[in-house]
């Protein structure tokens, strides 16, 4: 099946530092998304990307879409403590959504 | 509005045992899926439907069953339960194949 390569696997970072995230695919998708997880909880939707190129931010969360179609990134800037958690990108293109192995963030204060 | 919720939250089994995992949703969406969780492996999903009466596999399907009779419920049947099934289970729906899937609050079972 297809496959997200993810990554970093994790990072610890200070507060107020920005923080970078990809996700790279050998199968070109149609629509890029990035989840956060909290401890106990589903993922939640942070940004939707539709189209190659394109730049979307939610707040301190900017994430574009690879113009190859076939990678995406996710900037966090200036993390605070609530920002810890798992990060998803989900890939999809003509089959069902595909995940990646997620990216654990954790926040010193 | 209640969104996705799923039932139980929390489930121990024996090897063996069988049980159903429930998914519904009240926002009448024609997609829905299942995804379990487990360290280090991302969400993988199991099963799939794009409308009531139409499920398909996903990526893991084995020891799993769905059906879809309505559009709001979907549930999840472990017929005889294994200790390779402990994991955390997601339930997911989406206004289309194409929309924006949301998430339930997921059920985290041990079987031992």
């Known amino acids: 099946g297809q496959q997200l390569n993810q990554s970093p696997q994790s990072m610890f970072i200070q507060e107020g530092e920005d923080v970078s995230m990809n996700c790279t695919s050998s199968?070109?998708?149609?629509?890029w998304l990035w989840y956060k997880q909290d401890p106990g909880e589903g993922p939640v939707l942070l940004i939707a990307l539709y189209k190659a190129g394109e730049l979307t931010s939610n707040g301190r969360l900017t994430a574009q879409f690879g113009i190859t179609r076939k990678d995406s990134f996710l900037n966090i800037s200036a993390s605070i403590p609530s920002d810890v958690g798992i990060y998803f990108c989900a890939g999809q293109g003509n089959t069902p959504l595909v995940f990646g192995k997620g990216t654990r963030l954790s926040v010193i204060a | 509005n209640a969104g996705v919720t799923q039932t139980p939250k929390f489930q121990v089994l024996k090897t063996g045992q069988s049980m159903t995992l429930q998914c519904a949703q009240d926002?009448?969406?024609?997609?829905m899926s299942w995804y379990r969780q487990d360290p280090g492996m991302g969400l993988r999903l199991i099963h799939y439907s794009v409308g009531a009466g139409i499920t398909d596999q996903g990526e893991v399907p084995n020891g799993y069953n769905v059906s879809r009779s309505t559009t709001e419920d979907f549930p999840l049947r472990l017929l005889s339960a294994a200790p390779s099934q402990t994991s955390v289970y997601f339930c997911a729906s989406s206004y289309s194949t194409k929309g924006l899937p949301y998430f339930g609050p997921g059920t985290r079972l041990t079987v031992t």
């Open positions: 926002m009448n969406h024609e997609y």
């Open positions: 199968s070109i998708f149609n629509t």
